[in-house]
């Protein structure tokens, strides 16, 4: 499955559009002010789905559920993100804006981003559908921590 991840121009907190391949909804992404900072994800019929709540850490929630976290390790040069989350690990590049999540040597989806659009847009390939919300979950903390950071 490919999703391609667009921030929406004009919102006052990050808000996202989530489509298919094919340009067909899939998830959208309201952010909001609650203790820290707080992304809703929703599928296309409404129903919330999703959570990531944003503090040092950005806990991941599916269905109500703490799920797991993933934080930004302190590197000189090679972003690197610690995933507590399944056994998850990410690799990336030197600018953090191409990278790969694992589970030990399967390889679970490709993250890129798109250069040369007014807003962030990152596209998404996971490679089993059952991972599509997870997958989302992640990219939108490792966008969120690169966005802290001024990147």
């Known amino acids: 499955m490919k999703l391609v991840l667009k921030q929406r121009l004009f919102s006052w907190f990050d808000s996202y559009d989530v489509c298919d391949e094919y340009g067909n909804a899939v998830f959208s992404v309201k952010g909001r002010l609650a203790w820290g900072h ?6 296309n019929m409404g129903n919330k789905v ?14 109500g559920e703490y799920m797991g976290c993933i934080k930004k390790e302190f590197t000189f040069f090679k972003p690197k993100f610690d995933i507590d989350f399944c056994g998850w690990r990410v ?4 600018f953090g804006w191409d990278y ?5 040597a399967e390889q679970i989806m490709y993250v ?19 991972n ?3 997958g989302l979950l992640i990219a939108l903390a490792i966008d969120a921590e690169k966005c802290s950071d001024g990147n």
């Open 38 to 43: 707080l992304l809703e994800i929703y599928d």
């Open 50 to 63: 999703g959570v990531l709540k944003i503090f040092p850490t950005f806990e991941i929630y599916i269905g």
């Open 91 to 94: 690799d990336g590049d030197i």
């Open 100 to 104: 790969s999540v694992y589970s030990g």
């Open 112 to 130: 890129s981003k798109e250069l040369l659009h007014l807003t962030d847009t990152y596209v998404i390939d996971v490679y089993d559908d059952s």
């Open 132 to 134: 599509a919300l997870a």
